[in-house]
């Protein structure tokens, strides 16, 4: 698995100085669902039936990939932020004062980015 992002970096984007072990041990935690879920959608689409196999993963060097370890640090602090999103509630409102909620994938505000570099060639 590639590390797009770290849980240092995430507690640097939030924000956090004095990290103490429970929210080091969540950025950690923040930082590995993050980089397996870009992983997998860099891998591309899993195959819809065997006996097709789906592709290997690839090993791919993040630092090849600015715009992707950006865009895991900013999906790994709002990941991290989930557990302050009482019942999926970010505590702000619009203009017309309905709540606002978390999105269902904490990759989906970066998946433009991702979309960018994952696109599967069709030959």
Do not use: F, Q
């Not at 689409?45 to 865009?71: K, Q, R, V």
């Amino acid at each position: 698995m590639a590390e797009w992002t770290t849980g240092t970096g995430i507690l640097a984007a939030v924000g956090v100085t004095s990290p103490t072990a429970e929210d080091s041990a969540w950025s950690e935690a923040c930082a590995a669902a993050v980089n397996a879920g870009i992983d997998v959608r860099m891998r591309g689409t899993p195959a819809a039936a065997p006996p097709i196999e789906p592709p290997p993963p690839l090993e791919l060097d993040p630092a090849a990939y600015p715009e992707l370890t950006y865009a895991a640090t900013i999906a790994g602090a709002e990941a991290y932020k989930r557990r302050e999103a009482v019942y999926g509630l970010t505590g702000y409102v619009d203009l017309e004062g309905a709540a606002i909620r978390v999105a269902r994938d904490y990759l989906e505000g970066v998946a433009p980015i991702i979309a960018r570099h994952a696109t599967v060639g069709i030959a």
